[in-house]
């Protein structure tokens, strides 16, 4: 089991201190899929990072439509391509595909549609990291954040349309609380998790900090599955990792044991 952060590898000194394992980046500043390579600079960032990142989140960004009438396959196409194989460079095997602004079905447009349209993405996109030795996985997002896929239930209903070994499942511990979504549709997505999100549902901050979010329950089921893969806090006003990374990896690590 790895425990990581969501941040940059420039503090990633810093969370090595705490005692975590890695840094989860963002795709739009580290892997830079829009950025011609002899600007891309993910590289040297990497090189001076403390610790590995081996996955990154916020995959497509809100100006490359995935549905609607804008969408284009062939721009997609060509953006993953880069984003991909940049992340194979990096040693970044998860891609995690919320991307809220991507993927929100605009007003009017036929939901039916839009679905056939994140199909035909997460289709394409799988088959492209399956050459590059990437996973991407889907992320629910809560109905404040998007209009569809707001449930690991609904995020299963994806992967296995697509059926494909590159394109798995993520739990995200914020949404799945925000949805009241039962554990039962956990228990049942767990042999497609491959990773997971942590973040407390009262103000959404780091695991144990509102002193209300018990992990336990969430724990046991991934435990109960042998989960042995990656575990990240995603939780934005979590940003003193001197002064807090420890305690929340030991609080982390406390409700794991007791699950």
Known sequence: MKFGICTTVERSAAVKAAGWDFVEECVQTFLQ??????????????AKSALPVPAANMLVPGSIRITGPQADLEKLRAYMTCVISRA??????????????????????DRNKAREQILAFDRMSAEIASKHGVTMVA?????GESNIVNTVAEAMEYVRAVNHPNFQCLVDSYHFWLENEPLE??????PWIRHV??????????????????????FKVLKDAKYNGLIS???????????DGARVLEFIKKQWQEA
């Open 185 to 190: 549709n956990l228990r049942a997505a767990m």
């Open 233 to 243: 806090v995603e939780a934005p006003p979590f940003t003193n990792f001197e002064a």
């Open 139 to 143: 992320e629910h997002l809560n109905k």
């Open 197 to 218: 999100h942590l973040a407390d549902k009262d103000g959404r901050v780091a695991p144990g900090e509102s002193k209300k979010s018990d992990y336990r329950p969430v």
């Open 33 to 46: 899929g829009e950025t011609p390579d002899n600007e891309w600079k993910g590289m040297e960032r990497l």
């Open 88 to 109: 194979a460079k990096t040693g970044t095997t998860m891609l995690v595909f919320g991307s809220a602004g991507a993927r929100n079905i605009p007003d009017g447009f």
